[in-house]
T-cell receptor
Framework: GAVVSQHPSWVICKSGTSVKIECRSLDFQATTMFWYRQFPKQSLMLMATSNEGSKATYEQGVEKDKFLINHASLTLSTLTVTSAHPEDSSFYIC??????????????FGEGSRLTVL | DQQVKQNSPSLSVQEGRISILNCDYTNSMFDYFLWYKKYPAEGPTFLISISSIKDKNEDGRFTVFLNKSAKHLSLHIVPSQPGDSAVYFCAASASYGGATNKLIFGTGTLLAVQP
């Protein structure tokens, strides 16, 4: 089956620093990837849609300049949390849809990245 | 605006009995629905899905029912097993973009199956 991998799985950083999270589709090419965020005991909130070769589409309320998304290849999307603050601490999860199953709507998720900002 | 809602934050069931998880949605454009299972600190894993042209889909112990008129779907797990204990999310999608369709998730229900 399709596999989506994230790295790092957890990261601790100081307030004011930037953190990059990578999302890779390992056995299929993904022109579109999705970045979600989950606070403790809450739902997965869609942050943005990452489009290969073009700008990401951000959901309402998500700061584009704070959460930089780059989708430079068909297998890699990166999310950079710039000037991180403690309120950015969260579980970030990426996902992608295998084009062969696009009509089913199923998304494959990465393992998630736990960010803790001190 | 929570377009997909799971009104029960938690559910406790005895092993061997049926677990019924419910989900309601408000957007009439949604035409594909999925259930995901999630353990702490892991990404969600796909369980089962249903298209709006159907009202039932079954896969082993898992059955999803869709009531379009009520904008309601449910996931039945029978028999429930302790390994089913996890958070279950329902998700919905509208077919207006193919591979770029985004999934909107519900708030999740924590299922605890007691041995």
């Amino acid at each position: 089956g399709a596999v989506v991998s994230q790295h790092p799985s957890w990261v601790i950083c100081k307030s004011g620093t930037s953190v990059k999270i990578e999302c890779r589709s390992l056995d299929f090419q993904a022109t579109t990837m999705f970045w979600y965020r989950q606070f403790p005991k809450q739902s997965l909130m869609l942050m943005a849609t990452s489009n290969e070769g073009s700008k990401a589409t951000y959901e309402q309320g998500v700061e584009k300049d704070k959460f930089l998304i780059n989708h430079a290849s068909l297998t890699l999307s990166t999310l950079t949390v710039t000037s991180a603050h403690p309120e950015d601490s969260s579980f970030y999860i990426c996902s992608a849809r295998n084009p062969t199953s696009a009509n089913t709507g199923e998304l494959f998720f990465g393992e998630g990245s736990r960010l803790t900002v001190l | 605006d929570q377009q997909v809602k799971q009104n029960s934050p938690s559910l406790s069931v005895q092993e061997g009995r049926i677990s019924i998880l419910n989900c309601d949605y408000t957007n009439s454009m949604f035409d594909y629905f999925l259930w995901y299972k999630k353990y702490p600190a892991e990404g969600p894993t796909f369980l089962i899905s249903i298209s709006s042209i159907k009202d039932k889909n079954e896969d082993g112990r898992f059955t999803v029912f869709l009531n379009k008129s009520a904008k309601h779907l449910s996931l039945h797990i029978v028999p429930s097993q302790p390994g089913d204990s996890a958070v279950y999310f329902c998700a919905a999608s509208a077919s207006y973009g193919g591979a770029t369709n985004k999934l909107i998730f519900g708030t999740g229900t924590l299922l605890a199956v007691q041995p």
